[in-house]
């Protein structure tokens, strides 16, 4: 399954963030009330009972979670207590209340709104939460986001987090954002430049162009690798100590886009986008190359340089802007693949390459060679190139490949683009239904519906069939996604035989395949399928070993042993106890032990735990989410999905601030030490082993 710098502050002084938090302890009937907490949001069943008994408890972690556990249910089961989540937003327990805010946020609620805009005036840890939820609310909250921004609120976590929602908006209100990048408060500067940058909103770039020379964007010192106090909490914080000004310019790097300047900012743009292409910070270059990659033939010199930059991710982002600048000109191709002889430099350099139509030897040698990655990742590039004919010729042989997951790529290249399904790329997929790998199938399947030719739907409901005792849910997920568009089109095309089929089907026991068959009638009822669910001594045992050490103070640690260094990390086993048990237990079997980090893409991401190694693996079950107030800053654990509820043995760990992943993926640690090593992984690094303290 897939998926997609958090400086660490010796002493924080974000509004709204506790400087040590106070240990917690649980009396032993308030552990088992948590653990029926835990138990009602792993199943995504409202426990009113629970929730009542733990919301009048003296004990704010308990209190805490049953809010927390009411947005997790989803809104059909929260409904009956999202007027209760209402009243705790405007009660007296502010961390209470912003857990509650925090919930309706991700309810989408928006019935709540002038209960968060009211909000907006309360402490400021739950004014900060208040505005993320009106933030992922979207249009209904707009007019409270807009107001509050041009009233200017006081605590700069505030203010960040109205801003973040502000970038959420379509579209988005620039006017009440670009006074935001005069501020004093850097984090407030960083703000408002993302909120700008990431929907590249041409309106504001001129205010961001006059933001680079501000005394923000400067740099105030050295980066900041100091650890966090071993109690210390940021919920909700975006802060970024002496690299505040290296974070603004890379979002002013990322907004200089050629399309967001247009013709009458281009030349001012091009000029900052010159200096930053040559900045101190790699992220900033990063994000430079990227935008100059927009203005082709005026960029390519920069870009083409950035190739032979010091830092290994920036030259593959150099790469990678390469390979999608068609018109960057003219390229020496030989001599940019001599120039590094890296596997993962070389593997971009054959994608820009394919891109352009160049002919390089190694591509051939690539096809023919003996590991699986390099004939893998050639299918991968080849899907790029505009020579659907030369396309072709390459990946025909690579899907009869003796490796899975060289078919996989290859079928994949091949079917991506529905222009290049011929006759007899269709009878290969036709033949790939019957593949003994399910990633394959699933390909396959998802290949036929772009298709859509009734006489496919027996064979699809054979492959559901089939893919009934996989190890993982691809197949079944993609069969199901094709039956549900086929009804939509045409429910007269399922005959009684083929209706009568599934019928037959015993409800899968994955959630994940149960989800998606909630979108296809004759299988709508999986969705409240009875599954056998965890004993009650499991949740148990989870509180006891997990959430109740981290309430003490005393978090499990975990130490990733990679060829380039350790990174440590503080796992949050209070905000995601159920998938830091997860991480923990898969961590003790060695199940990550030689893994490699299959997908880095610079100044975003680094991915490992794929057990398969091209991306799609996982441990053969899925998690549940557990969404929670962390914030995806520089160094935060995520856990990798496919989609909802798919989480299972793929993490990731933020190279930089994410805020549009948060409330979408698990939060369930940060990076407390190990950052120059987190920055020098590049894609197929290896991990030793990961030890848990």
Aim: include cysteine; glycine fraction near 8%.
């Amino acid at each position: 399954m897939t998926l997609l710098r958090f400086c660490l502050l010796t002493v924080i002084v974000s509004a709204g963030a506790s400087a040590q938090a106070p240990a917690e302890r649980l009396t032993p009937s308030q552990r088992a009330l948590y653990a029926r907490l835990l138990a009602m949001a792993d199943t995504r069943t409202l426990d009113t009972s629970s929730v009542d008994q733990a919301l009048v408890s003296s004990s704010d972690a308990l209190a805490r979670q049953a809010a927390l556990a009411v947005g997790q249910v989803g809104a059909r089961a929260a409904a009956p207590r999202i007027a209760r989540l209402r009243d705790l937003v405007e009660g007296s327990r502010p961390t209470v209340a912003a857990h509650a805010a925090y919930a309706l946020g991700l309810l989408r609620d928006t019935a709540s709104v002038p209960t968060l805009t009211r909000a907006l005036r309360s402490a400021p840890a739950v004014a900060a939460e208040a505005a993320w939820a009106l933030g992922q609310i979207g249009e209904p909250g707009r007019e409270a986001v807009v107001s509050a921004l041009a009233a200017e609120a006081s605590a700069v976590s505030v203010r960040v987090q109205l801003l973040l929602a502000a970038a959420k908006l379509r579209p988005v209100p620039v006017e009440a954002i670009t006074p935001h990048l005069r501020s004093g408060d850097g984090p407030v500067v960083w703000a408002a430049a993302y909120a700008i940058a990431r929907p590249r909103a041409p309106g504001g770039v001129r205010a961001l162009i006059e933001a680079a020379s501000s005394p923000a964007a400067a740099d105030a010192g050295p980066a900041n690798t100091t650890l966090f106090p071993a109690g210390t909490e940021a919920r909700g914080q975006y802060d970024f100590g002496t690299e505040t000004g290296a974070r603004i310019r890379t979002e002013i790097a990322r907004a200089l886009a050629r399309p967001a300047a247009g013709d009458s900012l281009a030349d001012q743009a091009l000029t900052l986008l010159t200096a930053l292409a040559r900045d101190a910070h790699p992220h900033v270059r990063i994000n430079a190359l990227r935008s100059l990659g927009s203005y082709e033939g005026r960029g390519a010199p920069l870009v083409i340089q950035g190739t032979a930059d010091a830092d290994a991710n920036v030259r593959i982002a150099a790469l990678q802007t390469l390979a999608t600048s068609r018109q960057i000109g003219p390229t020496d191709w030989p001599a940019l693949w001599a120039a590094d002889t890296g596997f993962t430099y070389r593997r971009y350099v054959i994608e820009a390459a394919v891109a352009h139509g160049a002919a390089l030897p190694a591509i051939r040698e690539w096809a023919a060679h003996r590991d699986w990655h390099h004939r893998a990742i050639l299918a991968a590039a080849v899907s790029g190139a505009s020579d659907h004919g030369a396309a072709r010729a390459t990946l025909l042989p690579l899907v009869r490949d003796a490796d899975a997951r060289v078919r996989a790529a290859a079928l994949g290249a091949l079917t991506g683009d529905t222009a290049r399904i011929t006759d007899s790329v269709r009878v290969l997929a036709v033949a790939a239904l019957d593949d003994s790998d399910q990633v394959v199938r699933a390909l396959a399947i998802a290949a036929l519906g772009r298709m859509r030719r009734a006489e496919d739907l027996p064979r699809v409901v054979a492959a559901l069939q089939a893919a009934r005792d996989d190890r993982e849910a691809d197949a079944r997920v993609s069969a199901i996604s094709y039956l549900a568009a086929a009804w939509r089109r045409d429910s007269a095309a399922f005959t009684p035989e083929l209706r009568q089929r599934l019928a037959a089907l015993p409800v899968a026991a994955d959630p994940v395949t149960r989800a998606t068959a909630g979108n296809f009638p004759p299988l709508a009822s999986w969705r409240d399928g009875v599954v056998e669910p965890r004993p009650a001594s499991w949740y148990r045992s989870v509180v006891d070993r997990i959430v109740v050490p981290a309430l003490a103070g005393r978090p499990a640690t975990a130490v990733i042993r990679t060829v380039r260094g350790p990174i440590t990390l503080r796992l949050f086993g209070a905000d995601a106890p159920i998938t830091v048990n997860n991480f923990v237990t898969l961590a003790r079997n060695g199940t990550y032990s030689g893994l490699a980090f299959h997908r880095v893409v610079p100044n975003f991401v680094a991915q490992d735990g794929d057990p398969r190694g091209d991306g799609s693996g996982g441990p053969g079950y899925a998690i549940r989410d557990e969404l929670n107030p962390q914030r995806y800053q520089r160094g935060i654990l995520g856990m990798a999905l496919s989609g909802p509820d798919t989480g299972g043995s793929q993490y990731f760990i933020t190279h930089s601030p994410q805020p549009h992943l948060d409330g979408g993926y698990t939060t369930f640690g940060r990076v407390v030490a190990g950052f120059a090593t987190l920055d020098a992984i590049v894609q197929g690094d290896r991990i030793v082993r990961i030890e848990i303290r």
